[in-house]
């Protein structure tokens, strides 16, 4: 059964009780998915909960299962004017992310899409085909000036769904022909499948592969990102990049206080030691709905910590859930994020980590190779 009332409006500072019982979705409905429960999107009038009504109407729900709408989008390159990271320009492949991270900062994007950040962004997914060609006719645009693309700022390139549609293999190919450069960022083992084209661009200065590494404990890797590579994998998979000459990144994301912050040096010296020759990390982030829904997800695995975990990110975040202020939302301020940023560079250096840091460079971007064009003739 469902239930409707009227949607509340997120105020970044408002709080929504949201992990009560009455809006959890059942576990047998939610089985592999990281989100606790499907609440409607800020933008909706109703918000629409599941209950039951006495009549054991829950067991007619069906399992969330993993659904892909082919979008068509017009433009595959999209930028941005932040300014504190380090791309003005990214892809992504893909809408909602089937891992199901249930801290993802990404998740209220959905809300945009008249879905739910909730279970709808990890299990009603869009695949933008076309992408490729999309990507060649702009690169081909005498107007454009090549940058470093970005790939995984948002949703990951590689997700389960990857394999099906192989959007991030065909926008690596127009790449590797245009001799443009790409970073890509990515919780999965399947971006060796490219192995063939990263290493190629590797050699020319046009890729850097980062592997976000959460936590060494597999548990808690399965309950906080449950469709993701695991940890083991992830490592194997910097070890591959390494080997075949791709200069790789290891991120510590996202730093979890009182939950995974204190696996730090252990991850570092992991991906060291698997080959990794940059390091990185990002604060939890919990914008909108990301707040309440990462808030139940606290509460259904380690209520025991919860509390605890809550108190350190707002002291982290000047008494707040959430700061989004340039140069604060990625590090966080106090105390308590000063000795993680201490903690942080004596442990990379000790390891060796950011000593050299691979640029990537634009001296091989060349038009010269675009189908449909009279340059083929040369």
């Known amino acids: 059964m469902e239930q409707k009332r009227d949607m509340p409006h997120l105020h970044p500072d408002s709080r929504v009780d949201f992990s009560s019982e009455e809006t959890l979705v059942p576990e047998a409905f939610r089985r592999g998915r990281g989100a606790r429960s499907n609440l409607s999107g800020r933008f909706e009038t109703l918000a629409r909960t599941p209950f039951d009504d006495g009549w054991q109407g829950l067991e007619s ?67 933008k085909a076309g992408a490729a060609e999309l990507l060649e006719r702009e690169l081909a645009d005498p107007s454009y000036v090549p940058q470093t693309i970005a790939m995984g700022t948002n949703t990951d390139p590689y997700q389960p769904i990857e394999r099906r549609f192989r959007i991030t293999r065909s926008v690596l190919e127009v790449l590797e022909r245009f001799g443009h450069p790409v970073g890509i960022v990515t919780k999965s083992s399947l971006v060796v499948r490219d192995l063939d084209i990263l290493s190629r661009m590797a050699e020319k200065g046009l890729v850097k592969v980062a592997l976000s590494v959460t936590t060494l404990d597999a548990k808690l890797s399965r309950a906080m990102e449950p469709r993701a590579s695991t940890p083991e994998k992830r490592l194997k998979a910097l070890e591959m990049l390494s080997a075949a000459g791709v200069p790789s990144a290891v991120m510590f994301a996202p730093i979890i206080p009182a939950l995974n912050d204190q696996e730090m040096e252990e991850v570092l010296k992991s991906a060291a030691q698997a080959g990794a ?16 829904l990462f808030r139940e997800w606290l509460m259904t695995e380690v209520p025991d910590r919860a509390g605890h975990v809550l108190s350190l990110m707002r002291s982290m975040r000047d008494g707040k859930d959430y700061d989004a202020t340039w140069g604060r939302r990625m590090r966080g301020t106090g105390p308590y994020a000063w000795t993680i940023g201490r903690r942080f560079e004596i442990a990379a250096k000790r390891l060796g980590l950011n000593k050299i840091k691979a640029k990537l460079t634009t001296e091989h971007f060349s038009r010269a190779h675009v189908k449909g064009t009279q340059m083929e003739l040369f």
């Open 277 to 292: 020759a940059e390091a990185g990390y990002v604060l939890l982030r919990l914008p909108l709905e990301v707040r309440d």
């Open 61 to 127: 729900l069906p399992a969330f299962k993993t659904q892909v709408t082919v979008e068509k989008p017009k433009k595959i390159i999209t930028r941005n004017q932040s300014p504190d990271i380090s791309f003005d320009r990214s892809i992504n492949a893909y809408r909602g992310c089937e891992h199901g991270c249930s801290y993802c900062f990404a998740r209220p994007t959905h809300a945009y899409m008249g879905l739910s950040p909730g279970l709808d962004f990890e299990s009603k997914l869009f695949a």
